[in-house]
Nanobody, 123 residues
């Protein structure tokens, strides 16, 4: 089992930045790919960014490329999502998720999920 706890959400204005954190605990963190997803009201959960255990593979949704950066600190079992130049359309509940080995963009492929953290961007 892997337990995931997100933090760092909040209410900001368009153009501001936020950094989300996802702390993992439980089974060994090795060879675990981590993903960030988001879900806005009335919409499906969508992939935002993913990173492999080694950090050598990173993927971003087109909507966040150039603005968001995913990173991980394996010594701290923590994954981060640095979000810059936030837009109102980034408003959503952000979730981190874990699965073995490879990054996939389908949320159904992930085995473990955090409880989510709300990000609200005002104009």
């Amino acid at each position: 089992q892997v337990q995931l706890v997100e933090s760092g959400g909040g209410l900001v204005q368009a153009g501001d930045s936020l950094r989300l954190s996802c702390a993992a605990s439980g089974r060994t963190f090795s060879n675990i790919a981590m993903g960030w997803f988001r879900q806005a009201p009335g919409k499906e959960r969508e992939f935002v960014a993913g990173i492999t255990w080694s950090g050598d593979s990173i993927y971003y949704a087109d909507s966040v490329k150039g603005r968001f950066t995913i990173s991980r600190d394996n010594a701290k079992n923590t994954v981060y999502l640095q979000m810059n130049y936030l837009k109102t359309e980034d408003t959503a509940v952000y979730y981190c998720a874990a699965k073995s080995t490879f990054i996939l963009t389908n949320p159904a492929a992930y085995d473990y999920w955090g409880q989510g953290t709300q990000v609200a961007v005002s104009s």
